[in-house]
C-alpha cells in the first residue's frame, strides 16, 4: 500500500499529533507522518516526534517579517521532506491566504468545537457559557478565514450539569483524538 506522505504543523504538547502517530504505526493506515514542524523549540510534540523516529524541524515565526514569509519557509521545508499533505494539530498561528491557496484542499485542521459555532480560542468555554447541551469538535479542511472550510468529520460530546470548562475541554481533547484518525483515515480513502 502506498502510503499518505503527511507533515504535522504543531505549537504545543502535541495530544492530536500522538493520537495522529499512533494511527500511523499500523500496517494498514494509509498514511505516513514524515514531518513535524514547530514554531516553538520548546514544544513537546518535537519530544514525540523524535521518540517515533520522525523527522522534525523548528520555524520560529518571529524571524520572519511577515506572515506570508514565515509561510514560504515552512512550504519549503515541507515540500523538501517530500509531504503530500498537511495537518494543523494545536498549531497556533494564522496561515497566509497564500500558503491556504497553495495547500488547498491538502491542508486540514481540528477544532475544539461543532462547527460553525465557537470559532477562534478558547472554543471549549465559549461552548460552556454559552450553556449549550452538546459540544465536540471539528475536522475540516483551511480557507483563508479562520476556522471555515468544509467539514471531513464532527464528534460530539453530552454536556453535564456538573461539567466546568475544563471537565468539558478534557471531554473534547478525547474526541479529538479519534476525529483526527478518522478524519484522515476518510481522505486517504475517498
Not at 54 to 65: A, E, L, P
Not at 109 to 125: E, M, R, T, V, Y
Not at 131 to 155: L, N, S, W
Request: a neutral charge; hydrophobic letters at 45%; proline letters at 2%.
Amino acid at each position: 500500500m502506498t502510503k499518505l506522505k503527511v507533515a504535522v504543523l504543531i505549537s504545543g504538547g502535541g495530544t492530536n499529533l500522538q493520537a495522529l502517530i499512533d494511527a500511523c504505526a499500523g500496517d494498514d493506515f494509509p498514511a505516513e507522518i514524515i514531518l513535524v514542524l514547530s514554531n516553538k523549540a520548546d514544544a513537546y510534540g518535537l519530544q514525540r516526534a523524535k521518540k517515533a523516529g520522525i523527522n522534525t524541524s523548528v520555524i520560529n515565526h518571529k524571524d520572519f517579517s511577515s506572515r506570508e514569509k514565515f509561510d514560504q519557509k515552512m512550504d519549503e521545508v515541507i515540500k523538501s521532506a517530500g509531504a503530500e499533505f498537511i495537518c494543523m494539530a494545536g498549531f497556533m498561528r494564522l496561515l497566509s491566504e497564500w500558503f491556504v491557496e497553495k495547500w488547498f484542499d491538502k491542508l486540514i485542521n481540528i477544532h475544539p468545537s461543532l462547527l460553525p459555532d465557537f470559532k477562534g480560542l478558547n472554543a471549549q468555554k465559549q461552548a460552556f457559557d454559552a450553556g449549550v447541551k452538546t459540544a465536540g469538535c471539528t475536522v475540516h479542511f483551511v480557507r483563508k478565514e479562520m476556522d471555515e472550510g468544509p467539514i471531513i468529520v464532527q464528534k460530539s460530546v453530552e454536556v453535564k450539569k456538573d461539567d466546568t470548562a475544563d471537565s468539558l475541554a478534557a471531554k473534547i481533547l478525547e474526541k479529538e483524538h479519534e476525529a483526527y484518525v478518522e478524519a484522515l483515515r476518510v481522505y486517504c480513502v475517498r
